[in-house]
Every structure is written in structure tokens, then in C-alpha cells.
């Protein structure tokens, strides 16, 4: 299973998304398939053809629409979207994709979202392009999408609003919603280079918006937008894999994985307050934290504190060390690590049912010991050792049952 990178070059719309992912090899039927589902079969006609922009080939969608006068808001679109036989995975996805426009529409225009219009975006063509590129990504099933930081361009686009200024305030509002930062350098270029429905997918289907460092590319789509620009006017939607020695697809144990480390160095808060700050890292997800007591200046007693944590929770854990603590500032490093498959599990003991964790050795033999606290619990229960616990344990431990997959 690869991961997507999809390459805003220099915007993004629904149309050339799903050109670059028809590209890429998704099949027509694939798309067309859940359109048929919510009963839109026989109002367009979809057509994928060759073209290019400043000599650069790729797919250019074009739709017939044979439904030009329905006017759909949210409320029907959603009515038409719950009552389709889709995939749930799917099905959710179309509906986020749908609702994030409805609530920028609505918030833009001080409106209750249900009560929203979409125009164009309740139009035909678009309503193709959202629920093919939601297909798409559930037809190629990718372990992540990741996407580079989107173009705005300048000056105005007719719409059923009238003449708005680019960027229009749906797509403000999408963006301040989900905190996507956008790229500035080209937006002297005239035009609409990301339309409100190609950063509605982005927001809603994007898993991270930072490029990996390092990844092989598998194979890619190219779509051919509208406009004629200084610059090639297209997205790329690339296969990649992010590190070929990243084997946990494949069950191979260790796994090799990119992390992040943060720490700083605290002298002006007490032990009480630290122990929390620590509790509060741990429940937010961190792999792990550690902590000691040191000299600093002025021969005060301070804390070096260090969290592990993973690599796409940087910015959330910055705010943490902000938001919980005292510090000024903090260190950050990515660093590469190899772990051992683990997952967590029980069996049926003397004791009755015990939690156990299983850990997969490189050779691939499997070594299994029960949970700390388990040990704890029993030795209370039964005023015994934790030495006397393990081998009662040991000996009367029947069939490991997992509760997870290997990870």
C-alpha cells in the first residue's frame, strides 16, 4: 500500500484532481460507479481526453451537463448523499467533503448552513468532480495523502454571487478552518488557481500538508486545469513510498519510523506542576516522556524534560509545551528510530483473564509477558510476590488473544 502526494502546481481544482487521478489509473467506472449509487447517472456526461498546458501532457476532464437548471443546497445534496447505497468509508467521505463547503458557505454569507445554496458548487459538474475524487482515493486505498501547500492567484471570478475577489471567501474560509497555510510567492499570477470545491477535497482528504524528506515515486497523473497561464497549469497526483526500508506493511520486525523530539529546560515551576505537565503529554499521545532534575543558573533546581512523539504531532505538541508549561522555548529534532512489532492482547490463566502484551522478534519468534499493572492488581489480590504472580502465571497461561494487529 503506497501513500499519494498530490502537487498543487500551481492550484488545485475538483476537475484537475480528478483528471490526475483518472491518470494515475483509476478507472472511469470506478468513478462513475457511486454516482450512479446517489442517482446521478443520467444528468452528465463524463469525458477524460488528452491535452496539454505549455507543452506539459496530461488528462483534461470534460463535462456535459444535461442538468443545467437544478439549483441543489445542502439539505438535498446531504438527503441524496445518506440515502445512496455507498461504502461507509466512502459515503463519509463525500459527506465531510460536502458539509465543510456548506458551513464556509453558510459562515461567509451569515447563513444556517442548512439553508445554503451552493450555485456552483451544487451544480452538476462539481458534484461530479467531489464524489470522483472521494472514490478515487477510496479506490486506491493510499496509507496517507500528503499535498503541498496550495497557490490562491489574484484578482476577480464571475460567480452567481457576482464579480468576487480572488481568493473568494469560501475558499478564506476553508482554509482558516482546518489552519492550511497557502504559498504567496506566485500570486501575482491572474486568476483562480484553487477554486472553493479543489481546496474542499484538499482539506477534508489531506493528512498532512509537509512534503516527507525523502520518498520514491511509484507512478503519477497529471490533470490539465482551465486556465491559460504563464506557467503550466496542472496537478500531479504521485504513488510514492516514503522510505523503502519502512517494512511494517509487510509484518517485518523491527520497523523503521521517522519521530520527533522536543525538549527544554524548566527552572521556575514546581515538582507538582511539572508531574502534571508530564501526565498531560503522556494522554495526548506522546511515545514517550522522561524527566531529571538539574543545576541551572543562579544555582536553582530545574527539569530537563524530553518527549518523543510522532513526527505529525509536532505543531499540536508545540502548543502543548506553550500552552501547560512556563518554558520560552524549546529544542526540536526529527530523528529514525527501529522498534519491535508489538500488540496487546490476553489469555485465560489461573488467575482468570490477564492482559499481555506480544513482541515480534527480528528472527521472528514471538516473546509474550504480561502487563506491569496486571502483576500489581494480582499481588494485591492474592498477597503473593510479583515473582510467585509470574510463574503462576507461566504455568497455567493458556492461548494468546489479540486485541490489535501487529504495529
Same mark, same amino acid.
Given at each position: 500500500?503506497?501513500?499519494?502526494?498530490?502537487?498543487? #502546481?500551481?492550484? &488545485?481544482?475538483?476537475d484537475?484532481?480528478?483528471?490526475?487521478?483518472?491518470?494515475?489509473g483509476?478507472?472511469?467506472?470506478?468513478?462513475?460507479k457511486?454516482?450512479?449509487?446517489?442517482?446521478l447517472?443520467?444528468l /452528465?456526461?463524463l /469525458?477524460f481526453?488528452?491535452?496539454? #498546458?505549455?507543452?506539459?501532457?496530461?488528462?483534461?476532464?470534460?463535462?456535459? +451537463?444535461?442538468d443545467?437548471?437544478?439549483?441543489?443546497d445542502?439539505?438535498?445534496?446531504k438527503?441524496?448523499i445518506? +440515502?445512496? *447505497?455507498?461504502?461507509?468509508?466512502?459515503?463519509?467521505r463525500i459527506?465531510? &467533503?460536502?458539509e @465543510?463547503?456548506?458551513?464556509?458557505?453558510?459562515?461567509?454569507?451569515g447563513?444556517?448552513?442548512?439553508?445554503v445554496?451552493?450555485?456552483?458548487?451544487g451544480?452538476?459538474d462539481?458534484?461530479?468532480?467531489?464524489i470522483?475524487?472521494?472514490?478515487?482515493?477510496? /479506490?486506491?486505498k493510499?496509507?496517507?495523502?500528503?499535498?503541498?501547500?496550495?497557490?490562491?492567484?489574484?484578482?476577480?471570478?464571475?460567480?452567481?454571487?457576482?464579480?468576487?475577489?480572488?481568493?473568494?471567501p469560501?475558499v478564506?474560509?476553508?482554509? *482558516?478552518?482546518? !489552519?492550511?497555510?497557502?504559498?504567496?510567492?506566485? !500570486?501575482l499570477?491572474?486568476?483562480?488557481?484553487?477554486?472553493?470545491?479543489g481546496i474542499?477535497?484538499?482539506?477534508n482528504l489531506?493528512e498532512? $500538508?509537509?512534503i516527507?524528506?525523502?520518498?520514491?515515486?511509484?507512478?503519477?497523473?497529471?490533470?490539465?486545469?482551465?486556465?491559460?497561464?504563464?506557467?503550466p497549469?496542472? &496537478?500531479r497526483?504521485?504513488?510514492?513510498?516514503?522510505?523503502?526500508?519502512?517494512?511494517?506493511? +509487510?509484518?517485518?520486525?523491527p520497523?523503521?519510523?521517522?519521530i @520527533?523530539?522536543?525538549?527544554?529546560?524548566?527552572?521556575?515551576?514546581?515538582?507538582?506542576?511539572?508531574?502534571?505537565?508530564?501526565?498531560?503529554f503522556?494522554?495526548k499521545g506522546?511515545?514517550? &516522556? @522522561?524527566?531529571?532534575?538539574i %543545576?541551572?543558573?543562579k544555582n536553582?533546581?530545574?527539569?530537563?524534560i524530553?518527549?518523543?512523539?510522532p513526527i505529525?504531532?509536532?505543531? /499540536?505538541?508545540?502548543?502543548?509545551?506553550?500552552?501547560?508549561?512556563?518554558t520560552?522555548?524549546?529544542r526540536?529534532?526529527k530523528?529514525?528510530?527501529?522498534?519491535?512489532?508489538?500488540?496487546?492482547?490476553e489469555?485465560?490463566? %489461573? $488467575?482468570?483473564?490477564?492482559?499481555f502484551?506480544?513482541?515480534?522478534?527480528?528472527?521472528?519468534?514471538?516473546?509474550?509477558k504480561?502487563?506491569?499493572d496486571?502483576?500489581?492488581?494480582?499481588?494485591?489480590?492474592?498477597?503473593k510476590?510479583a515473582?510467585?504472580?509470574?510463574?503462576?502465571i +507461566?504455568?497455567?497461561?493458556?492461548? $494468546?488473544?489479540?486485541?490489535? !494487529?501487529w504495529?
Amino acid at each position: 500500500m503506497d501513500e499519494i502526494l498530490i502537487e498543487c #502546481s500551481p492550484g &488545485v481544482s475538483g476537475d484537475m484532481l480528478l483528471g490526475a487521478f483518472h491518470d494515475l489509473g483509476v478507472p472511469k467506472k470506478i468513478i462513475e460507479k457511486p454516482l450512479a449509487c446517489i442517482g446521478l447517472e443520467n444528468l /452528465y456526461n463524463l /469525458y477524460f481526453r488528452e491535452s496539454q #498546458s505549455c507543452s506539459i501532457r496530461g488528462i483534461k476532464v470534460d463535462i456535459d +451537463k444535461i442538468d443545467q437548471s437544478t439549483k441543489r443546497d445542502w439539505s438535498s445534496i446531504k438527503d441524496l448523499i445518506l +440515502k445512496a *447505497r455507498l461504502e461507509k468509508k466512502l459515503q463519509k467521505r463525500i459527506y465531510e &467533503v460536502f458539509e @465543510s463547503l456548506a458551513l464556509a458557505e453558510g459562515k461567509v454569507h451569515g447563513i444556517d448552513p442548512e439553508e445554503v445554496h451552493f450555485h456552483e458548487v451544487g451544480a452538476i459538474d462539481s458534484l461530479v468532480d467531489i464524489i470522483g475524487v472521494c472514490a478515487s482515493i477510496e /479506490y486506491l486505498k493510499p496509507k496517507k495523502v500528503f499535498c503541498n501547500e496550495p497557490t490562491l492567484g489574484r484578482g476577480f471570478v464571475q460567480s452567481e454571487h457576482g464579480k468576487l475577489s480572488i481568493p473568494s471567501p469560501a475558499v478564506i474560509e476553508l482554509l *482558516r478552518k482546518k !489552519d492550511i497555510k497557502v504559498i504567496s510567492s506566485i !500570486d501575482l499570477i491572474e486568476g483562480e488557481l484553487s477554486t472553493p470545491t479543489g481546496i474542499a477535497l484538499l482539506s477534508n482528504l489531506v493528512e498532512s $500538508f509537509q512534503i516527507p524528506n525523502k520518498y520514491s515515486i511509484n507512478s503519477y497523473g497529471v490533470g490539465i486545469g482551465n486556465l491559460d497561464l504563464p506557467c503550466p497549469n496542472l &496537478v500531479r497526483v504521485l504513488r510514492i513510498n516514503t522510505s523503502n526500508e519502512n517494512l511494517i506493511d +509487510k509484518k517485518i520486525s523491527p520497523r523503521y519510523e521517522e519521530i @520527533s523530539i522536543q525538549e527544554a529546560l524548566i527552572d521556575d515551576q514546581t515538582s507538582e506542576e511539572i508531574a502534571n505537565f508530564l501526565e498531560i503529554f503522556r494522554a495526548k499521545g506522546a511515545y514517550d &516522556v @522522561s524527566c531529571q532534575t538539574i %543545576n541551572m543558573k543562579k544555582n536553582r533546581i530545574g527539569f530537563s524534560i524530553q518527549v518523543i512523539l510522532p513526527i505529525d504531532k509536532q505543531e /499540536y505538541f508545540r502548543e502543548l509545551w506553550f500552552q501547560y508549561s512556563n518554558t520560552i522555548g524549546l529544542r526540536e529534532r526529527k530523528q529514525f528510530r527501529w522498534v519491535l512489532l508489538r500488540r496487546r492482547g490476553e489469555c485465560l490463566t %489461573n $488467575f482468570g483473564i490477564i492482559k499481555f502484551k506480544q513482541t515480534m522478534q527480528p528472527n521472528g519468534t514471538i516473546s509474550m509477558k504480561p502487563e506491569n499493572d496486571e502483576i500489581l492488581r494480582l499481588q494485591i489480590e492474592n498477597n503473593k510476590t510479583a515473582q510467585e504472580v509470574r510463574n503462576i502465571i +507461566k504455568e497455567s497461561c493458556r492461548e $494468546f488473544k489479540a486485541f490489535e !494487529d501487529w504495529k
